[in-house]
């Protein structure tokens, strides 16, 4: 098994794990765009604390494993401008689809969520029609 398909299956694992703690910890599902979507329009100011302590955990643990593993190539595009537009689109997407891949695919998926499957499903389909066109057609990334 080449090793790139381990190290997604352990994150995978990683954020199955993480998905179902969050939900048994408080009852509450585990999507990034929620959580982070609550404190820029202050919806969730009253579980502010647990949020940036979330947060805060996604953004740091990856920091303290890096003397652990390898360069891993993201094979990510070096042009800004696509970056910055992919951020935008999915920025747009997971309000349009009132959550994210961790929302309705990971926790909404897992708990047989309909609308989970269905917007899992739709954002697939985007994403393969957007490396058709962005790779094959426009040749951008």
């Known amino acids: 098994m080449p090793i790139d398909w381990i190290w997604g299956l352990i994150g995978g694992l990683l954020i ?3 998905g179902a703690v969050y939900l048994l910890g408080n009852g509450r599902i585990m999507g990034a765009s929620g959580i982070i979507g609550g404190l820029v329009d202050g919806s969730g100011w009253s579980t502010a604390i647990e949020r940036i302590v979330f947060l805060a955990g996604v953004a740091l ?3 303290l494993l890096m003397p652990f593993y390898r360069e891993v190539d993201t094979h990510i595009t070096q042009n800004y401008a696509v970056l910055a537009a992919a ?3 999915v920025g747009v997407g997971t309000r349009l689809a009132n959550g994210c891949t ?3 695919g990971v926790c909404g998926m897992s708990r047989l969520s309909v609308r989970g499957i269905v917007a ?3 954002y697939i389909l985007a ?3 957007g490396v058709v066109i962005f790779r094959h057609l426009l040749g951008v990334i």
């Open 16 to 18: 199955g794990t993480g």
């Open 87 to 89: 951020g935008v689109l």
């Open 61 to 63: 643990l990856p920091m």
């Open 102 to 104: 961790s929302g309705h």
């Open 127 to 129: 994403g393969g029609i």
């Open 120 to 122: 899992t499903v739709c």
